[in-house]
């Protein structure tokens, strides 16, 4: 679903994000991505999403060459790629279903077609009831979830998180964590870049291990 | 296996996608032109400022030019009384000038002639002129019979109604004939240059409508700049960011040409008044002629285009600089 072959990003000025990366994620996957923080883990969540290129080497997507993409073919991966955020991303002026149908609104769908799948993702992370909220009355727990329906509400068959249990606590990771082997259940491939080592070492999935911008680690599980 | 039958789901379902239903593309605008419009009214203090400033600058070159339009039916009105005055020799009788002036009514550059008889003339000139107390002491009449020749309709060219003084000069028992369009050939100068003047006002003034709607919008991407990065992180197109923000700069415009033609009508009904007393005072009932539909529609219409092309310079400038990270 996800193939790095050999693929550097150095930033202007020479740093370097990541440094000759390769490595292949299934489709249905669910892989950590772990790391003390610079060793590039952001790096490779913007590079599958686009939000940067590398500098060399090929990053491919869903048998997606992005290197060849063309800058306004860009939004329609984007499309294929959910991504959840520390800090959210959320918009303060619009409400939880607001928030929600954005995806799908950029996307053109129809009135009842994004009520009904918005419900529907918003009842998959037990925010139904709060649709006409607003972000800022929410907790960080709920806020972050609503953050996740976002990123599943069009079902993209690819979802990166990056640090999504930065800011919570163990038993709110727990869920958040919970709600992501949910998605991973239905064919979601997902990549987590995550700090948490105790909460990968709990859920027993695929880790790769990021230091200074390279892979020194790819267990199948610990 | 499973990994392709993935793969071309994944593929077929980003074809589909991209192919919108035009019924929903069409709702899709109406709702985004509804919501920018929505945005303006939320804050109308500033909404206001802007218009205000495109209405007064759309209005001064709309005002010019319906001025100029308006001395332009005036001396309209002038070229058509403007006539050719044949003076017939001294000696010609008043027959004479009843017999020259049948001849010329069949001539088809001529659509009137008037015999001024030359008792006529005394008469006239003595009520006008305040001299009839000398006129009395003269034994003879000493003024000419005239005719009064108005040029055909289709004659209304100067140059053409000259050709046709000169050739009535040169007709037998004509003294001279006069054509005074001198002063009609020189307001049409002034009025050709005045009309450039307003041309170049009106394009100055939608040059700083343009600037002012790309300073407004520029303003708008800044505020908005939370909502275009998290557009553009979960897959809007550029045409879809650009939307909300051109319709801004559309409704700008259209209503700055709304409050033009505010400020020209109610310009206009200061106006009327004195302008009739002074009409009715060289007995005219010359009337200032308002903003019809057509010019209407013209302000609204070109308002909203500048103010399309403004959000658009705006935003091919700014949206760029706007990358998610």
Redesign the interface.
Known sequence: MISFDNVSKRYPGGHDGVSNITLQIDPGEMVFLTGHSGAGKSTMLRLIALLERSTQGQVRVGGRNLTRLRRSEIPYHRREVGMIFQDHRLLHDRTVFDNVAMPLIVAGMGHNEVSRRVRAALDKVGLLQRERAYPITLSGGEQQRVGIARAVVSKPPVVLADEPTGNLDSELSQEIMELFQLFNQVGVTLLVATHDLELVRRLRKRTLVLNNGRLVQDHHSF | M??TS??N???A??SR??Q??PR??L??HLQVALSSLGRLARTPFSSLMTIAVIGIALALPSGLHLMLSNIRTLSNSWDGAASISVYLVQTASDETAAELAKQLHTDPEISEVRVITRQQALTEFRQMSGFSGILSTLEENPLPAVLVVKPDQNLNDPGKAQNLATRLSALENVEFAQLDLQWVTRFHAITEIANRVVWVVASLLGLAVILIIVNTIRLEIQNRH??I??????????S?IRRPLLYSGAWYGLFGGLVSWLLVTLSLLLLSAPVSRLAGLYQSDFELAGIDFNIFILLLSSGALLGLAGSWIAVARHLHNI???
Request: charged content about 35%; glycine content about 4%.
């Open positions: 499973r990994a993935i793969r789901k994944t593929s379902s980003l996608r991209r919108i239903n929903i593309w709702i899709r939370a909502e990065e998290i557009s553009k992180l979960i897959g809007a197109t550029d879809f990358e998610p990270n």
